[in-house]
């Protein structure tokens, strides 16, 4: 079992800054792959990223230059750096662990980009 949980999140000017984190516990394994998600009111679940064990990351062309997805091996604790955020980048953020085998997410944290 895993069990991921958010925090971080929160009610930012239009390009302000905020740092989302996702803790992780129960059988956590190195090579796991972590992601992060938003979701906005009305749309699909968009994948911004991920991060390997090595800490090799892949964003989404809408967050690129903007976020940065990093990781603490021996927290198993991933973080979300969000720069220059946008109206249009308010959502519920939510971390992700996939496996072959089963899709683990957190309860997800709101970001909220308003003036």
């Known amino acids: 079992q895993v069990q991921l949980v958010e925090s971080g999140g929160g009610l930012v000017q239009p390009g302000g800054s905020l740092r989302l984190s996702c803790a992780a516990s129960g059988t956590i394994f190195r090579t796991d792959v972590m992601g992060w998600y938003r979701q906005a009111p009305g749309k699909q679940r968009e994948l911004l990223g991920t991060i390997t064990d090595g800490g090799s990351t892949g964003y989404a062309d809408s967050v690129k230059g903007r976020f940065t997805i990093s990781r603490d091996n021996a927290k198993n604790t991933v973080y979300l750096q969000m720069n220059s955020l946008k109206p249009e980048d308010t959502a519920v953020y939510y971390c992700?662990?996939?496996?072959?085998?089963?899709?683990?997410w957190g309860q997800g944290t709101q970001v909220t980009v308003s003036s």
């Open positions: 992700n662990i996939a496996r072959w085998d089963a899709n683990y």
